[in-house]
């Protein structure tokens, strides 16, 4: 616990609305714990919204900081009208953000003077996370045949329709998508195995210690 | 949302990610996942595929094949190519001098069943000769998994015909998802469906007609399971000609049915004599 504490246990918040109100109550009254427990918490999915929303990592990353900044802020000072509405608030947040930036707005949010307090918004474990995800990933795909990877990078990095993606490999547009969908699967499913080994190491490595 | 299995990421994180949802369900699955560890995860997991992907270009996969097949000198090639012809004449003179009169009786008969040149292929012959095309028929109601996302705009005839069809009451299920309107999103799905349902209930002419407008219309999530049930219906009027066009045209489709298309269709070829296997033509029985 941190020396602004409300002494609660942030360890495993559900999300559901009475945690929601909770841990925006707790921020607001200056508990740095929930704080944290908020970054945890909200970190990851506004990372993941904000990258399929730009699909652009960089921008997320830099949206991500600003959405986060903001919210933090604003639930200090206490701005939350609906505390139960804690998601959709910071859901707001970044929808508003990214629209505004996609209108090439200069108006900057108030609340972007950088409090010297804010929590680390650089989760270590996070990020461990997804590299292991990604190389789990990186390995489903080195094992997938050509045309399948070659369809999965036209669908999701350079952005083709199935339609377009046909014509150039002279398939149906229907074999495309059953391909890449297969080819999904796959992927998907190795990397799960690989994740459930994993937090069965850790878990299993936690306990020995 | 502890309930949940992860259907609502597995039907719109592919598209969330791409960028083709449709904006009301985009804005419906983000209120979904944020509070669902469930969906959420397997965002990041098709996240981090993407992100995997952008790094694994295709071209430098394949580069090292093409590098070690172009380091092999020139002469090395040239020796390769002579022992290639030399073997494939010296293997064609012996079967043509010792095999050769041999084989036009083994062409004209049955090979014996004590010696089979393809066990597979005879211990099927056995089989098929004991079972009917319709017993191989698989008329199991396809399942359903509804995407369970919060306010999602559902039609009510279809949510209603699924509560039905989930609970497999097949003649309630019918009566509500021929209701559902033409131009609803659900439209195709409830053809679908309700092609199962007649199916189940034994109309196999209607199950069939139903199944092959849902194939016809093109590329959606049903197109394939359509052409797949299209062939078990065939199997199951025993018309395997007809079974084994519709296994055809799933096999080409390489989605998940494929497989399964693939080993049922090995089965029903026992039911069809060389020619029709060689040329699968569309069999009389298929009327389009």
Excluded at chain 2, 10 to 35: D, N, R, S
Excluded at chain 2, 231 to 241: E, F, G, M, R, V
Aim: glycine share 4%; charged share 25%; hydrophobic share 40%.
């Amino acid at each position: 616990m941190g020396d602004d504490s409300t002494g609660e246990d942030w360890t495993l918040p559900d999300g559901s609305e009475g945690d929601q109100a909770r841990m925006a109550a707790a921020v607001a009254q200056g508990d740095r714990d929930a704080e944290r427990a908020f970054v945890e918490r909200y970190l990851p999915r506004l990372r993941a919204l904000l990258l399929a929303r730009t699909r652009n990592a960089d921008l997320a990353s830099d949206l991500l900081q600003d959405v986060m900044i903001e919210a933090i802020c604003a639930l200090r000072r206490g701005q939350l009208r609906e505390p139960s509405k804690l998601t959709a608030f910071v859901m707001g947040i970044a929808r508003n953000l990214l629209n505004s930036h996609f209108r090439a707005a200069t108006r900057q949010p108030d609340s972007l003077e950088l409090p010297d307090d804010l929590p680390d918004l650089s989760s270590a474990a996070s990020k461990l996370e997804d590299e292991e995800r990604e190389s789990a990933a990186m390995h489903a795909i080195a094992n997938l045949e050509t045309i399948d990877r070659t369809i999965l990078q036209m669908t999701l990095v350079d952005g083709l329709k199935p339609g377009v993606i046909a014509q150039k490999l002279m398939l149906k547009p229907e074999v495309v998508r059953q391909r890449k969908l297969r080819a999904t699967r796959k992927i998907i499913d190795f990397v799960r195995g690989r994740s459930q080994t994993s937090a069965t190491i850790h878990l299993v490595t936690r306990q020995k210690e | 949302m502890k309930s949940c299995t992860g259907t609502p990421a597995e039907l719109c994180g592919l598209p969330y990610i791409e960028g083709t949802l449709p904006e009301h369900q985009v804005e419906l699955f983000e209120a979904h996942f944020f509070e669902c560890p469930v969906c959420f995860a397997y965002l990041q997991d098709l996240q981090a595929m993407q992100s995997a992907l952008s790094r694994f270009p295709a071209e430098k996969g394949d580069a090292p094949a093409r590098r070690r097949l172009s380091i092999l000198p020139a002469r090395t090639w040239a020796l390769g190519a002579a022992a290639a012809i030399l073997l494939f004449a010296a293997v064609f003179s012996f079967r043509a001098l010792n095999l050769g009169p041999q084989r036009a009786p083994v062409a004209q008969s049955t090979p014996p069943s004590t010696s089979p040149a393809n066990p597979a292929t005879s211990a099927h012959g056995a089989s098929s000769a004991s079972i009917r095309p319709s017993q191989l028929a698989d008329l199991a109601l396809p399942p359903f998994v509804a995407p369970n996302l919060r306010g999602a705009q559902e039609d009510a005839q279809f949510e209603s015909g699924m509560k039905d069809y989930a609970k497999s009451d097949c003649r309630d299920a019918v009566a509500e998802l021929a209701k559902v309107p033409a131009q609803s999103e659900d439209s195709r799905a409830a053809r679908f469906y309700c092609a199962a349902c007649e199916m189940r209930l034994g109309n196999l002419a209607e199950a069939a007609s139903q199944m092959r407008t849902v194939a016809a219309a093109g590329d959606s999530p049903q197109q394939e399971s359509a052409l797949y049930y299209e062939a078990q219906i065939a199997l199951a009027n025993d018309d395997p000609a007809a079974a084994h066009h519709y296994l055809v045209q799933t096999i080409a489709l390489q989605g998940d049915l494929e497989q399964k298309a693939r080993d049922e269709d090995r089965k029903v070829h026992e039911f069809l004599g060389e020619q029709s296997i060689e040329n699968p033509d569309k069999p009389e029985s298929v009327a389009r």
